[in-house]
């Protein structure tokens, strides 16, 4: 089941702004906290929920294939990479792969088979000892389990 495209989606901050979830869950429609979660760029709760926030989409961060999307992950991952010990075991360097280069394959196969069976991608780990931590997601359009909520960026053609 190949869906129609994916959006991209970035976040960086503290583990302690992720606490505060009535910025992270949609409200009734028309009230000033829904107005907030539309404009906040904390992680969502329900990952379909990214796709209400309109703002949020950027052309650069659509894609009509699920590789572009896997590339995107990958890279965000290299340029954030999670601090030694998050993913289980301090990285190495030498003859043998570095632990987050084992954890980046592993990540991509995942994903990329959750992806095109409907499943949206989601990475957060921590990127330093002061509690940063980076959260970004690859969302299914339309969504399988918000097939109500339309899609905030059609890709180009």
Same mark, same amino acid.
């Given at each position: ?6 959006? *991209?989606?970035? #976040? ?15 409200? !009734?429609? *028309?009230?000033? !906290? ?21 703002? !949020? ?14 590339? #995107? ?10 601090? /030694?010990? /998050? =993913? *289980?075991?301090?990285? =190495? ?22 992806? =095109?069976?409907?499943?949206? !991608?989601? #990475? ?7 509690? *940063? ?5 690859? %969302? ?8 109500? %909520? ?8």
């Amino acid at each position: 089941m190949t869906l129609g495209h994916w959006h *991209g989606y970035l #976040w960086t901050g503290s583990n302690k702004d992720l606490k505060d979830e009535s910025l992270r869950r949609p409200s !009734a429609p *028309g009230t000033p !906290a829904t107005q907030e979660f539309l404009r906040s760029s904390l992680p969502p709760m329900r990952l379909g929920h990214y796709l209400l926030r309109r703002n !949020a989409a950027s052309a650069d961060l659509t894609w009509t294939g699920v590789d572009e999307a896997i590339d #995107w992950m990958a890279a965000t991952y290299k340029r954030h990479p999670p601090m /030694d010990g /998050d =993913v *289980g075991f301090p990285a =190495v360097s030498g003859a043998v792969p570095l632990a987050s280069d084992v954890e980046l394959d592993a990540r991509k196969v995942t994903s990329r088979d959750g992806l =095109v069976n409907g499943v949206d !991608a989601y #990475w957060q780990y921590y990127i330093n000892p002061n509690g *940063g931590v980076v959260a970004y997601a690859a %969302i299914c359009c339309p969504h399988t389990h918000l097939p109500e %909520i339309p899609c905030p960026l059609p890709p180009r053609p």
